[in-house]
């Protein structure tokens, strides 16, 4: 589908105001945008009577029928007219067909949008066709008009947000995204509502057209099925919308959806959100088939002939049917004489636990297809239940997160979450803060599966889950307690007594948080109350720098977690916990790539990396063979200087000192590229391809290389052990003898060490010997 602008740059379009623009299943349809000079009321009618008066007393009989025939054509020609500028076209309307979203529409079509709002906006060049149709048609959703709403924008927003027209689409999508408050999107049905969407992802991250673009055809037109979405973009704009994504897990999902395309396409787009309205679907009928768990809500279940769930107890295992709910377990085990009731595992106490294991017959490890899961309940054993997955591993691993998700949504309820007591009344809306939290886990479930639909999963699925993803995470605390406010956050409806705060386990207390601020308040005004923050984690050092420098509000707030031109509290703790992962990754990373297979590839590493102490070698051996005599003697009167002079106990202090400095210097040398690119690089080159002759050639010369490597090192140890115990070490060779032909050794050479010791003595005694007899 191309996208195309039939009206110059400079052109504006003044239209009457219209009624809001309800974008609906029959709203959208594909047109052009005309010019005023050419009116469609210039179209000639299907039928041209002219309307004749006579006198003013006229008959029945002489009214001309065609010329009522042509008032009644004008009439509905200009209310067409109208209605079609009312609804200004998009997209068209329909729903998606699984099988292929983009292709079967037709590429002649013509995406455009009637554009209200200035071209040229605040002197900073031109809007991209996609900023203008993403400004008009939200601001018609919003009841307004592209200009008016551009005026309200920059009568709100702060100056230094006026320049950027990326706020500008911000606020017009945010403003209308702000309104809902549902589990999921109730417009994500309509296939219009996510093409523009999209179509917005793409304005936030070009909103000025690029007179020098990279199209064919030297214009800002390109079809949808060729432009992709980038990471910033699609992290910035889905989490606004409800039940796509989360701040803390969103750079992964794109991680999923993008995979090794460099971004996500339209067609990846609206798969992962049928997919999301599909699980949600299946759900409510879960809910149909199973009406004995009414009060609880059904998250997943596992019966299927092709891939069964085997409960193993006792050496034995049996299939049935499997059921994950936001409280427990149920397994109903297939059973024709109904003998066997149906089971129940609670996950919600403190000591749930979920696990990969590896199951077979008679207790040995075959099968890597299984999880071990127990409840706090002790009477209760652990359950080992076994996926069958002919494809692979992927659904053990769906399952394993999902359980971990709903453990891990438990214990943030319990460690974050305020007791049921008074407090909760003076806070508005935070009874129902336990719901939110449920509300999250559960479509954190739903996007796991939607992407395990698509075949897009991670190699690691708890990272798409946003309470499991932050239980192991650097900064997942700090996010943690973002998310808590976010929860049960909320303004005081009442004069509240201030209670002070319980002491946690941590070194610090919570006075030390209370001296920033008493209370924990969100961008938006709302309260988190102190006595609640009871978790050891408000006392950590990232807790106390994170909230003391939380208070600075930027950007123009519609609701907590949407904030046109800054970030809520949640994405600004989400932003940290990213990059100090990213941290942990390339350290993981760079262990891995060590992990080298093949000794020669070992052996060049390791020279790799000793190569400074080689060097620092190297030097200290041309000191002691005087070849350069200025440095020697410089060094010996350092040396002279620090003995005599009683300075010993500085030597190390100063050689830290040193040390530190040397580090700070390489540190800011490196941020400033003055040091090259390639400094502090170790590089392995591929070894050759190699027969199998040729690596047991290899390995033999690796073997050499390693004995004498050894021998070195047992020469040096001699000599240190020469000095400490201050003899004078002597070599027999009856003892070689004697270990060669099994004979005990003699009392008199017992205990004098190894064959290679005693060799290594007898080389040195016998040069020493040689040298007195020279003499």
């Not at 200009?147 to 947000?161: G, T, W």
């Not at 999508?173 to 309104?179: A, D, I, K, T, V």
């Not at 973009?233 to 959806?257: C, E, M, Q, W």
């Not at 890597?368 to 899961?373: E, H, K, N, T």
Request: aromatic residues 8%.
């Amino acid at each position: 589908m191309i996208l195309k602008l039939s009206l110059k740059q400079s052109m504006v379009l003044a239209i009457p105001v219209q009624p809001p623009l309800k974008l609906t299943h029959h709203d959208f349809c594909y047109c052009k945008i005309r010019s005023s000079a050419n009116d469609s009321t210039n179209r000639k009618p299907p039928f041209k009577l002219p309307l004749q008066w006579g006198n003013s007393k006229w008959k029945f009989t002489d009214i001309d029928p065609d010329a009522v025939k042509t008032s009644l054509n004008t009439l509905l020609s200009s209310t067409y007219n109208f209605v079609n500028e009312v609804t200004s076209p998009l997209v068209k309307t329909g729903k998606l067909d699984n099988s292929n979203d983009v292709d079967h529409y037709d590429s002649e079509d013509i995406l455009v949008g009637e554009q209200n709002v200035q071209s040229e906006l605040l002197n900073r060049g031109n809007l991209s066709l996609a900023a203008a149709i993403s400004i008009e048609q939200f601001s018609r959703m919003n009841g307004l008009t592209g200009q008016k709403m551009q005026k309200l924008f920059e009568a709100l927003v702060p100056k230094s947000l006026q320049k950027d027209a990326r706020y500008l689409v911000e606020y017009c999508c945010f403003r209308f995204l702000s309104r809902d408050n549902s589990d999921i999107h109730p417009s994500l049905q309509e296939l219009a509502f996510r093409r523009l969407i999209f179509i917005t992802m793409l304005a936030w991250e070009k909103p000025h057209r690029v007179e020098n673009n990279s199209y064919p055809d030297g214009s800002e037109e390109a079809s949808l099925q060729t432009r992709l979405v980038r990471e910033e973009a699609f992290s910035h704009i889905a989490p606004a919308l409800s039940g796509v994504a989360d701040r803390p897990t969103v750079h992964n999902i794109y991680k999923a959806l993008a995979g090794d395309k460099g971004g996500i396409s339209f067609s990846v787009w609206s798969s992962y959100i049928n997919g999301l309205l599909k699980v949600h679907k299946n759900r409510k009928s879960y809910e149909l088939q199973l009406p004995h768990r009414s009060s609880e809500q059904v998250l997943c279940v596992g019966s299927s002939k092709k891939q069964p769930v085997l409960k193993w107890e006792n050496n034995m295992a049996w299939p049935g049917k499997l059921t994950l709910t936001e409280r427990a377990l149920y397994f109903e085990p297939i059973d024709f004489l109904k003998s066997k009731r149906v089971e129940r595992l609670d996950v919600t106490g403190p000591g749930a636990h979920v696990k990969k294991t590896k199951v077979g017959l008679f207790g040995s490890v075959l099968f890597d297809s299984a999880v071990s899961i127990s409840s706090a309940e002790k009477e209760c054993k652990p359950w080992v239940l076994e996926f069958i997955d002919l494809g692979g591993d992927m659904r053990r691993d769906v399952w394993h997160a999902s359980m971990n998700e709903v453990i891990a949504l438990h214990k943030f309820v319990q460690e974050f979450g305020p007791e049921e007591d008074g407090s909760i009344s003076h806070i508005y809306g935070a009874d129902k803060g336990k719901e939110r939290a449920k509300r999250d886990a559960i479509n954190s479930i739903s996007r796991l599966q939607s992407l395990q639909s698509m075949k897009k999963l991670l190699d690691e699925p708890l990272k798409l889950l946003q309470f499991s993803y932050l239980q192991h995470s650097p900064y997942g605390d700090v996010v943690y307690q973002t998310l808590a406010l976010n929860y049960w956050g909320g303004p005081l409806v009442s004069k509240f007594r201030k209670l002070r705060s319980p002491r946690t386990k941590g070194d610090r207390s919570l006075d030390e948080l209370s001296e920033v601020n008493y209370q924990v308040n969100d961008v938006d005004g709302s309260v988190y109350l102190s006595h609640w923050m009871t978790s050891p984690t408000w006392a950590s050092s990232n807790s106390i720098s994170f909230w003391r420098n939380a208070s600075l509000k930027e950007g123009l707030v519609l609701s907590k977690n949407l904030i046109v031109g800054g970030a809520s509290l949640t994405e600004r703790a989400a932003r940290i916990c990213r990059e100090k992962s990213k941290v942990i990754e390339k350290t993981q990373a760079t262990i891995d790539a060590a992990t080298l297979e093949g000794i020669p590839s070992n052996i060049d590493l390791f020279k790799e990396l000793v190569l400074p102490l080689s060097i620092m070698a190297g030097n200290v051996e041309k000191l002691r063979r005087w070849e350069n005599p200025f440095l020697t003697i410089s060094f010996l009167g350092l040396a002279y200087t620090v003995i005599f002079r009683n300075l010993l106990a500085y030597v190390f202090p100063t050689t830290l000192i040193g040390a530190a400095a040397i580090m700070l210097s390489l540190k800011a040398l490196r941020e400033q590229g003055r040091l090259g690119r390639s400094f502090g690089k170790v590089t392995i080159r591929d070894q050759p391809p190699s027969n199998t002759v040729q690596k047991i050639i290899a390995l033999k010369q690796a073997m050499r290389d390693m004995e004498n490597y050894l021998q070195n090192i047992n020469v040096t140890l001699l000599k240190l052990r020469t000095i400490v115990l201050s003899g004078q070490p002597q070599y027999d060779p009856s003892v070689e003898t004697a270990r060669t032909c099994g004979t005990p050794l003699p009392k008199e050479v017992q205990g004098l060490g190894s064959l290679s010791e005693r060799r290594s003595m007898h080389k040195q005694e016998s040069g020493r010997r040689t040298f007195e007899n020279v003499e």
